[in-house]
């Protein structure tokens, strides 16, 4: 493959075919959150290469050109915002929204300074057309694992709605201040805590609703707290489930703050909608599944993947692996080699399927 660094800092891999024209897409990102597994990511992107090894090996070459992404920035680790590179590659960023700094301080710019690479150079990834997005992905939960499959087809990708949280109370002396007098930020920020997964609980099934950090100020033992700062991550099956769920969420702290006489801030830090899966690339998905011994079997994605930023450029088809206990975003994230074995000969049976597609 010729391999660059795209303007947004993507890592390209380009396999031509036989002719030019729009190529297929396959990919996922090189980042993770913090001590996480080492499959969330990566495993899709090598296995994007493998398909490319074994068409290389055979000396074969599809219609169409492949493409193999190693996304730069999926989980938001770093910076107060998520997917900034696949959204800069489906031409959806809004450059507006990158004046962003790291827990450091430093700006986005100066980080992307540091690599050779601008803000205003992220506009210039957007991508041309593209054939189609394919992604395979651990499935990061348990239900491949509880039917005994090594592999499923991805129908969809659950909404998100994702805010940062600031409760403004008043600091004060632990040993002087009376519990009638305290507006005691972080107890306040529990019972909204508490208030968020009581609502989650509440709902159905696929309703999740997660406080995954928090801050306090000023963090000392002897100090009633002044302030605190978390971020709640909301999700669902539909769009309409998550605003539902959210609206109650954000209500319940509103409640919450007047009760306990605290400021209460809530900012939006990322609107994902959900977004299906391509039905067409699902039936050859299916296909290939099938070929390769598997029973085919659909189930929908809880975790957000660039397949869902991608999904504005091109039709998307997500391919999931078992992954024992479901586990990820945690070091005893596991695959099998026999299911990765598995995961490739499907991605190779569903580019042949698709081959046969766009030669009709
Ligand atoms: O948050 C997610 O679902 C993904 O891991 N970025
Ligand atoms: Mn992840
Ligand atoms: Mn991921």
């Known amino acids: 493959m010729s391999v660059r660094v795209d303007p947004a800092g993507n890592l390209v891999g380009r396999y031509e075919g036989e002719r030019d024209g729009p190529p297929l897409l396959i990919g996922s990102h090189l980042d993770s959150v913090r001590d996480a597994g080492r499959y969330d990511g990566p495993l899709g992107i090598m296995l994007g290469v493998e398909c490319v090894a074994a068409l290389h090996a055979e000396e074969r070459r599809m219609s169409f050109p492949i493409e193999v992404y190693a996304f730069g920035d999926e989980e938001g680790s770093r910076f107060p915002a998520a997917m900034l590179t696949s959204r800069a590659v489906a031409g959806t960023l809004d450059p507006a929204t990158l004046d962003l700094r790291d827990a450091a301080g430093i700006s986005l710019e100066d980080a992307l300074a540091l690599n050779g690479l601008s803000v205003s150079g992220f506009a210039s990834a957007r991508h041309g057309a593209a054939l189609a997005y394919l992604e395979a992905h651990i499935e990061q939960g348990p239900v491949l694992e509880a039917e ?125 909608p ?22 085919p079997f659909r189930l929908v994605s809880g975790a957000g993947h660039d397949a869902m930023i991608l999904a504005s450029l091109c039709p998307t088809a997500m391919l999931f692996i078992r992954c024992e206990g479901g586990i990820s975003h945690n070091p005893a994230e596991r695959v099998s080699a026999n299911d990765c074995e598995i995961a490739l000969r499907v991605m190779r049976g569903f580019i042949d399927k698709l081959g046969a597609t766009v030669r009709d």
């Not at 100090?223 to 109650?248: H, K, Q």
């Not at 391509?278 to 299916?286: S, V």
């Open 274 to 295: 959900a977004s299906p899966c391509d039905p067409a690339l699902m039936a050859l998905m299916d296909a290939a599944i099938d070929d390769a011994g598997v029973s």
């Open 148 to 272: 005994a499959l090594g592999v499923g087809t991805v129908t969809g990708i659950a909404a998100q709605l994702r805010y940062a949280i600031t409760v403004t109370g008043r600091a004060g002396h632990a040993g002087t201040t009376s519990m009638a007098l305290r507006r005691d930020a972080l107890s306040a920020a529990a019972a909204m805590i508490s208030k968020a997964e009581e609502v989650a609980r509440a709902g159905d099934a696929d309703l999740v609703a997660t406080v995954g950090s928090i801050e306090v100020y000023p963090g000392a033992a002897n100090v009633v707290p002044g302030e605190v700062r978390f971020t709640l991550d909301v999700r669902a099956a539909s769009d309409a489930g998550r605003d539902a769920a959210a609206l109650t969420i954000r209500s319940g702290f509103e409640a919450i703050a007047r009760e306990r006489g605290v400021r209460y801030i809530c900012r939006l830090l990322q609107d994902l």
